[in-house]
């Protein structure tokens, strides 16, 4: 304080024109003041320090610059890696299997981290939490290695690099045996297929093929109205009438007449079923079948070398069921009549699995 006083004082009794130069001198210390601009502050001749100390929550400036938090970011050290291994390596997955990883670095002064991928690639499905550096996902079921680097960054913008790897290995799908009554598995990625043997089908051959409806009965309809069409109806009984157990039923005016399902996709097809319709005599004795894979061209099913005739129906409500041996691949199928009672009533349904691939 008696410096400060004895500064103020100096400065109230200087003439005018020495107003832009003054000195405070106190025992050890000289502040000089220069017309020019420049202020000197210069320690005693003992060997004295200058120290600026601010208390609480102060701040020592250079220009904008905040100096101590400076000499924080120039003394802080950049984070260490703890090695996994050698090679950093974090370990070999087998294919489905759950990574979850914790990439370890510390901070010497103790402060927050963040991580991120600066090269490489991880495998697909496995991400890295650039807060934790935690990495997690589910192995891909392939045989490989992944290689990235990681970089973990301190507050203060000090960094360490490190290249880790991660070994993924195919799993064999097949190990458990899922195909059921005989089918044969073959590996795939992520899954498996299986080739069933017949009359089974679906993903795990537990289907029976042959009594598998695709549904163009009444009850269920998953075949819809718009995926049954019919040459030569007769009268006002259209083909979406042509359904198992449906009311009434699709009538037909002759042998030139079909009626066909459209199962919306090749399909492999196992049997076939039939009935009359139901309000008159009117039901189909015998008939042919007709499929296509694309709509457009139609082949026989074959006894031999003639074209197969299954038997129909003789009466109007019973229904008729015919494994077709072997099963055919198709989707689209046409039930032609060949002899029927007045009129060639039909009520169908169709029996298959979905191709495996
Ligand atoms: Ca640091
Ligand atoms: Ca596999």
């Known amino acids: 304080m008696a410096a400060i006083k004895t500064a103020y004082l100096l400065l109230l009794f200087l003439p005018n024109s020495l107003a832009s130069f003054f000195e405070i001198q ?18 005693g001749p003992q060997g004295g320090n200058i120290i600026m100390k601010p208390t609480g929550n102060g701040t020592v400036y250079i220009g904008k610059t905040d100096i101590l938090k400076l000499f924080e970011v120039v003394n802080s050290m950049p984070p ?21 990883l914790n990439l370890e670095a510390v901070d010497p002064e103790g402060g927050s981290l963040k991580y991120e991928k600066v090269s490489g690639a991880l495998p697909p499905g496995v991400v890295l939490n650039k807060a934790t550096g935690q990495i997690s996902g589910t192995a891909p079921d392939v045989d490989a290695t992944y290689q990235f680097g990681i970089r973990v960054t301190d507050k203060h913008g000090k960094y360490a690099d490190q290249i880790f790897s991660i ?8 190990l458990s045996n899922p195909c059921s009554h005989g089918g044969t ?15 089974y089908g679906g993903t795990t051959c537990a289907t029976n093929c042959e009594s598998r409806a695709f549904g163009v009965d009444q009850s269920s309809k998953k075949i819809a109205d ?12 259209p083909a979406s009438d042509g359904r198992l157990n449906a009311p009434q039923g699709w009538i037909g005016q002759n042998t ?12 492999d097809v196992h049997a076939v079923a039939t009935q009359g319709y139901t309000s008159s005599t009117y039901y189909t004795s015998t008939y042919q079948l007709q499929y296509s894979s694309d709509g457009n061209t139609f082949v026989n099913t074959k006894n031999g070398t003639s074209n ?37 009533g039909l009520r169908v349904e169709v029996y298959g699995c979905e191709i495996n691939s």
């Open 26 to 43: 106190y025992p050890n210390v000289l502040v000089t003041a220069e017309t020019g601009g420049n202020l000197t502050v210069e320690a």
């Open 80 to 100: 260490v890696w703890e090695l996994k291994s050698v090679h950093g390596s974090l370990g070999t997955f087998l294919g489905g299997s759950l990574i979850s």
């Open 167 to 174: 070994d993924t290995r195919e799993k064999n799908q097949c």
């Open 185 to 199: 598995c073959k590996d795939d990625i992520d899954s498996f297929v299986c080739t069933c043997q017949s009359p």
């Open 226 to 237: 718009a995926q049954m069409s019919a040459h030569y109806s007769y009268g006002d009984h």
């Open 256 to 267: 030139a007449s079909w009626l066909q399902v459209d199962l919306g996709n090749v399909m």
């Open 308 to 344: 197969m005739v299954y038997n129909g129906s003789t009466n109007v409500n019973t229904i008729t069921k015919h494994v077709l041996t072997p099963p055919i691949h198709a989707r689209f199928i046409r039930f032609k009549p060949v002899t029927y009672s007045s009129h060639p």
